[in-house]
C-alpha cells in the first residue's frame, strides 16, 4: 500500500517536472529566462564571451575538453594540497596521487566514483570547493551536449551549435544553483546536517557509550549530488547515512531529483524540434525501461536473504534487510538504487552489494543498458538519440529506404558516429573486466568470493564506463590498479561518447530538411518506440549477456549454496 | 586555444568561488538560523537521535546489528550468498538466544550506514521479555512503552514504520524511575 502510494506521488511529481520543469529549461536554453541577468553578463563579460556568438562543433567541443581538462587539474590540486589549506578540522593530510586522479577524473566526469571514504579523507574544503563544484559543472555540461546535439536536429543548414560558455553558466545559473538552494533546507529540515563545527563528541549519560561523530555541510552537497545525477556521497555510507538521507520524504525526494531532469530533457527535446510527440516516444521508451527494473527490483527486495535464512532466521516478513536502513524498509531502498543505477547517478541509500541476486543484477543491467533509461543528466538523452539513429538506420535497411530522422537524412557518416557512440561503452567495459579478472591486483581486490566477487569487478567496470559511480562496495578500489584503469574507463565512457554526440550535433545542424512524404518512416509512433527498445535490448543484451551469467545468473542458480 | 584555456581557468575560478564557497557558506549560515537543531546533527544530551549506538547487556533494546562507529559509516557489503554473512547471523542468533531473546532479521543484520538510529516494530517486540525481567518491570508495562514509542509511516505512506532505539531506552529509563521511585 505504502510502496503504491509512493510510486503514484513519484509519477505525478515526474509528470509536473517533465511538463513545466521541461519548459523553464526550453525557456533557459533558448536564452528567454533572465531574472539573473546582472550576474551572467558579469561572467561573460569575465570570460570575454559574447552571449549571441555561436561555435561550430569543432571549437564548442574543444572548449568543452580544454575546459574539462582544466577542471581535473583544478580538482586533482586541491584535494592534493587539502593539508596545507584552510577548512580541515580533522587535519587530514593531502590524498594520495593515484586516488586523487581517480577522484578528479570521476567528479568531472558526473561518475562519482569514489575509492575513498569522504568523513576520513576529504576537508571541507575539498568537499565544496573542488568536489560540490564539479557535481554543479559536470552536470551543466552534460545538459549543454545534450541540447546542442537537440540543435543539430531542430536547426537547418546551419553551421553552429550554440555556445559552449553560454550553455555552461546558464545551466548552473538558472537550473542546478536555484533548485539546490531550496531544497537544502528542505533537507535540512528533515534533520541533513548542514555546519562547520566539526566532528561532534558523545557521551551517553544512560550506559556511559561514546561516540565521535563525523559531520561538516552535508545538505549543500546532497540535494546537487542528486539533481546533477552525479552520486557522490559527503559520507561513506552515502544515502543510506541518517545525515544525508534523515527520513521517508528526503528518500523520496531524492529520486524525485535524480530522475527529474532526465525525463524533462525529453519535453525540450520534442519542443525544440518542432514536435512534442518525438519526445513523448523517447520518454515512452526510458519509461517503459525504468517501470520494468523498478518493479523487479522492488520485488526481488521483498524476497529473502539466502545466508540470513541459513543462518537460523526463518522469517524474513521484511524482505531483504541486510545492508537497508529500517526507516526506508526493503522498498524504498530498492526503488532508490533503482532510481540511482538507471540515471547514472550511483548514490545508494542501502548496501548494493547486499542486495538479492535478481535484485542485484537489476542494478547492474539498468547501468549495461548505457543508462538511457533515463540516463543521466544530458548524457541520457544524448546517449539515447545515438540509439535512435542506429534504430531508424535498422528500419531503413528492413524496408530498403534512406532513413530519416526528424527530417533529416540519416547516412554513412550519421551511422557510423552513432555507432562509435553506442559502442565505446560496452567495449571499454568488457576489455576492462577481462584484464582485471585475469591479473593478480584485480581479482586480490574483491570482498565476496565465488560468483559475487565476478560481479563486483563486473559492477566496477560497467559503472565507470556508464558514469555511473555506484559500487558493489566489495571490492576494494584504492589501488593504483583500480584506480587507474578506472579513471580510462570514465574518461572513455565519458568524452567517446560526448564527442560522437557533438559531432552528430554538427553533421546534423549543417543538413537540410527532407519534406515528410508517404514513405516517411514515422519516429513519433509505437512502431518506433517498439524498435528503440528492440535496438537497446539487443546492443545490452548481446554484449552483456554471458558476462551477466557468470556473475548473478550463476549466483542465483546456485540453489542456495554459499561462496 | 589560447582563448578557451584563459576562459577555462577564468570561469573554474568564478566557480570556486560562487559554488564551492558562497553556496555552501549563505546555505550554512541561513540553515544554522532556520534549523539549528536538525544543522548540527540532532544532539540531544545522550546523543545524536538519528546515529545508532551501541547497546549491551539485557536491560537495554538493542538496535540493529552494525558496528555504531561515527567516524566511518558504511555496511558490511557481504553478498546474500556468502559464508562469512551466514557465520556473523549464526553468531548474532546464538547472541540473542543467549540473552532468551527469538531475534527478528533486522536485529541480526547491519543496515547501509552502519548507523541505523533505528529498530523494527516487531524487532523491538522481541526484545520485551527480557528488558521487562532485567528492570524489574511487568512484561505488559515494556509493551505499552514499545507501542507508544512506534513512529508510523512519514505522511502515512512513505518508507517504513520504526521505533528510535534512543528515544525507547530513554522512555524506559524514565519508566524504571517512576516505577521504582
Given at each position: 500500500?505504502?510502496?503504491?502510494?509512493?510510486?503514484?506521488?513519484?509519477?505525478?511529481?515526474?509528470?509536473?517536472?517533465?511538463?513545466?520543469?521541461?519548459?523553464?529549461?526550453?525557456?533557459?536554453?533558448?536564452?528567454?529566462?533572465?531574472?539573473?541577468?546582472?550576474?551572467?553578463?558579469?561572467?561573460?563579460?569575465?570570460?570575454?564571451?559574447?552571449?549571441?556568438?555561436?561555435?561550430?562543433?569543432?571549437?564548442?567541443?574543444?572548449?568543452?575538453?580544454?575546459?574539462?581538462?582544466?577542471?581535473?587539474?583544478?580538482?586533482?590540486?586541491?584535494?592534493?594540497?587539502?593539508?596545507?589549506?584552510?577548512?580541515?578540522?580533522?587535519?587530514?593530510?593531502?590524498?594520495?596521487?593515484?586516488?586523487?586522479?581517480?577522484?578528479?577524473?570521476?567528479?568531472?566526469?558526473?561518475?562519482?566514483?569514489?575509492?575513498?571514504?569522504?568523513?576520513?579523507?576529504?576537508?571541507?574544503?575539498?568537499?565544496?570547493?573542488?568536489?560540490?563544484?564539479?557535481?554543479?559543472?559536470?552536470?551543466?555540461?552534460?545538459?549543454?551536449?545534450?541540447?546542442?546535439?537537440?540543435?543539430?536536429?531542430?536547426?537547418?543548414?546551419?553551421?553552429?551549435?550554440?555556445?559552449?560558455?553560454?550553455?555552461?553558466?546558464?545551466?548552473?545559473?538558472?537550473l542546478l544553483l536555484p533548485i539546490s538552494f531550496v531544497m537544502t533546507f528542505v533537507f535540512v529540515g528533515q534533520g541533513a546536517i548542514q555546519t562547520f563545527a566539526g566532528p561532534a563528541h558523545i557521551k551517553n549519560a544512560l550506559d556511559g557509550f561514546t561516540q565521535v561523530i563525523a559531520r561538516g555541510p552535508v545538505a549543500s552537497m546532497e540535494v546537487i549530488k542528486q539533481l546533477g545525477t552525479n552520486g557522490g556521497g559527503f559520507f561513506n555510507a552515502n544515502g543510506a547515512d541518517p545525515f544525508e538521507n534523515p527520513t521517508g520524504l528526503t528518500n523520496l525526494l531524492s529520486v524525485i531529483l535524480i530522475l527529474s531532469i532526465p525525463f524533462s530533457l525529453t519535453y525540450v527535446f520534442g519542443k525544440m524540434v518542432g514536435n512534442i510527440r518525438q519526445g513523448v516516444a523517447v520518454v515512452a521508451t526510458m519509461l517503459l525501461f525504468f517501470c520494468i527494473w523498478t518493479a523487479v527490483g522492488i520485488g526481488a527486495e521483498h524476497g529473502a536473504n539466502t545466508a540470513v535464512h541459513l543462518g537460523g532466521i526463518a522469517h524474513q516478513v521484511a524482505g531483504n534487510m541486510n545492508g537497508k536502513e529500517t526507516r526506508f524498509g526493503s522498498s524504498s531502498s530498492a526503488l532508490y538504487n533503482i532510481a540511482s543505477t538507471q540515471t547514472s547517478t550511483g548514490s545508494v541509500d542501502a548496501s548494493n552489494d547486499s542486495f538479492t541476486p535478481i535484485g542485484g543484477m537489476m542494478l547492474l543491467t539498468g547501468m549495461m543498458l548505457g543508462e538511457v533509461t533515463p540516463g543521466g543528466v544530458g548524457s541520457g538523452l544524448y546517449t539515447i538519440l545515438l540509439f535512435a539513429i542506429v534504430a531508424v538506420f535498422l528500419g531503413g535497411l528492413m524496408v530498403g529506404r534512406t532513413p530519416e530522422y526528424l527530417g533529416k537524412k540519416i547516412q554513412a557518416r550519421e551511422v557510423k558516429i552513432a555507432a562509435l557512440g553506442v559502442l565505446v561503452m560496452p567495449i571499454t567495459v568488457l576489455v576492462l573486466?577481462?584484464?582485471?579478472?585475469?591479473?593478480?591486483?584485480?581479482?586480490?581486490?574483491?570482498?565476496?568470493?565465488?560468483?559475487?566477487?565476478?560481479?563486483?569487478?563486473?559492477?566496477?567496470?560497467?559503472?565507470?564506463?556508464?558514469?555511473?559511480?555506484?559500487?558493489?562496495?566489495?571490492?576494494?578500489?584504492?589501488?593504483?590498479?583500480?584506480?587507474?584503469?578506472?579513471?580510462?574507463?570514465?574518461?572513455?565512457?565519458?568524452?567517446?561518447?560526448?564527442?560522437?554526440?557533438?559531432?552528430?550535433?554538427?553533421?546534423?545542424?549543417?543538413?537540410?530538411?527532407?519534406?515528410?512524404?508517404?514513405?516517411?518512416?514515422?519516429t513519433d509512433t509505437p512502431l518506433f518506440i517498439g524498435l528503440l527498445v528492440g535496438v537497446i535490448v539487443i546492443v545490452g543484451g548481446l554484449t552483456f549477456f554471458p558476462a551477466i551469467s557468470l556473475g548473478p545468473l550463476a549466483e542465483q542458480l546456485s540453489h542456495g549454496r554459499l561462496f | 586555444m589560447l582563448v578557451q584555456l584563459r576562459r577555462s581557468i577564468i570561469v573554474s575560478a568564478i566557480f570556486f568561488v560562487l559554488l564551492g564557497l558562497v553556496y555552501p557558506l549563505v546555505t550554512t549560515g541561513l540553515a544554522q538560523v532556520v534549523f539549528p537543531h536538525q544543522a548540527n546533527g540532532s544532539l540531544t544530551s545522550n546523543g545524536s537521535t538519528l546515529i545508532g549506538q551501541r547497546w549491551s547487556g539485557r536491560r537495554w533494546f538493542h538496535g540493529r546489528a552494525d558496528a555504531f562507529n561515527a567516524m566511518a559509516s558504511g555496511a558490511s557489503n557481504l553478498g546474500p550468498n556468502s559464508k562469512?554473512?551466514?557465520?556473523?547471523?549464526?553468531?548474532?542468533?546464538?547472541?540473542?538466544?543467549?540473552?532468551?531473546?527469538?531475534?527478528t532479521a533486522s536485529l541480526v543484520t547491519g543496515s547501509g550506514s552502519g548507523l541505523d538510529p533505528d529498530v523494527s516494530v516487531a524487532g523491538a517486540y522481541a526484545q520485551v521479555g527480557m528488558v521487562a525481567k532485567a528492570n524489574g518491570l511487568s512484561s505488559s508495562a515494556v509493551s505499552r512503552l514499545v507501542a507508544s514509542q512506534i513512529v508510523g509511516q512519514q505522511f502515512g505512506f512513505l518508507g517504513s514504520q520504526y521505533i528510535n532505539v534512543l528515544s525507547l531506552n530513554e522512555a524506559l529509563a524514565t519508566l524504571v524511575r517512576h516505577t521504582k521511585g
Open positions: 500500500m505504502g510502496t503504491a502510494l509512493t510510486l503514484i506521488v513519484l509519477f505525478v511529481a515526474l509528470a509536473l517536472c517533465w511538463r513545466y520543469l521541461g519548459a523553464y529549461m526550453l525557456a533557459i536554453y533558448d536564452g528567454r529566462v533572465r531574472w539573473l541577468r546582472g550576474p551572467e553578463r558579469l561572467i561573460y563579460r569575465a570570460l570575454g564571451v559574447d552571449s549571441e556568438a555561436e561555435q561550430s562543433w569543432q571549437r564548442y567541443t574543444m572548449s568543452l575538453i580544454i575546459f574539462s581538462a582544466v577542471a581535473i587539474l583544478v580538482t586533482y590540486a586541491l584535494i592534493r594540497l587539502q593539508g596545507h589549506l584552510p577548512l580541515n578540522p580533522e587535519h587530514l593530510s593531502g590524498v594520495s596521487p593515484a586516488l586523487s586522479f581517480n577522484t578528479a577524473v570521476s567528479f568531472v566526469t558526473n561518475t562519482n566514483w569514489q575509492n575513498y571514504s569522504g568523513e576520513t579523507t576529504m576537508s571541507y574544503l575539498s568537499q565544496m570547493g573542488s568536489l560540490t563544484v564539479q557535481m554543479f559543472v559536470s552536470a551543466s555540461v552534460g545538459i549543454a551536449v545534450a541540447v546542442a546535439l537537440i540543435r543539430g536536429f531542430a536547426r537547418k543548414e546551419s553551421s553552429t551549435i550554440g555556445n559552449f560558455w553560454v550553455d555552461l553558466v546558464r545551466g548552473v545559473l538558472y573486466t577481462g584484464i582485471a579478472t585475469v591479473v593478480q591486483s584485480g581479482t586480490s581486490a574483491t570482498l565476496n568470493s565465488g560468483p559475487h566477487g565476478f560481479t563486483e569487478i563486473l559492477y566496477a567496470f560497467t559503472s565507470q564506463a556508464n558514469n555511473n559511480g555506484s559500487a558493489f562496495a566489495g571490492l576494494s578500489g584504492n589501488t593504483p590498479f583500480y584506480n587507474i584503469l578506472g579513471a580510462v574507463a570514465m574518461l572513455i565512457g565519458r568524452f567517446g561518447v560526448i564527442v560522437p554526440a557533438l559531432a552528430l550535433a554538427g553533421t546534423l545542424g549543417k543538413k537540410g530538411l527532407v519534406p515528410e512524404s508517404l514513405g516517411t518512416f514515422r | 562469512a554473512l551466514e557465520e556473523f547471523v549464526a553468531k548474532e542468533v546464538r547472541y540473542y538466544h543467549h540473552l532468551g531473546v527469538n531475534p
